[in-house]
C-alpha cells in the first residue's frame, strides 16, 4: 500500500509578540488555557506531549524559544501503519503582532483537508481570540 501525504502550509497572525505566542504553543497549561483542552508536556527536546485530551500527540524534535517548534505529530484518527507527520512552526514578528508560519508535512491525504481546517477552527482562531482577550483584561 502508498501512503500518499501532503503537505500543508498556512500563515495566520497572531496579536501578540512571538515569545507570547510560542509560549502559549508549548507551555502546556497555556496551551490547555486557549483550546479548551488538556495539553501535557514541557518544551523540551526529545519531550513528549499531547494535546485536545490526547487526540494529538508526538515529540519535540527542535525548539527556538519565540522563533520556531518541530514536533513529530500524530492524532488518534491517524491511518494505521502512517508514519507521525512533521510539524514545523516558525514565529515571526510582523506590525500586527505574530506571524506564524505553519509547515505541516507528511499528513495523510485522506485526512489532509480535515487537519487543515482544524488548524484554523482549534489553533488560529482561539489563539487570537485568547490574545484579544488579554489585551483588553
Known sequence: MKMETKTIKQKA???ASPKEVYEAYVDA???????????TGKPVVGG?????????????LELEEGKRVVQ?????EWPKGYPPSKLELTFSE?????????VHSNVPKEQ?????EGWNEFYWNPLKEYFSNQSKA
Open 94 to 102: 510582523v506590525p500586527e503582532g505574530t506571524e506564524i508560519l505553519m
Open 13 to 15: 497572525i497572531i496579536p
Open 112 to 116: 489532509a483537508d480535515e487537519i487543515a
Open 48 to 60: 513528549k506531549f499531547t494535546a485536545w485530551d490526547g487526540y494529538i500527540f508526538g515529540k519535540t
Open 72 to 76: 513529530e505529530w500524530t492524532t488518534t
Open 29 to 39: 497549561k497555556k496551551h490547555s488555557k486557549f483550546t479548551g483542552s488538556k495539553a
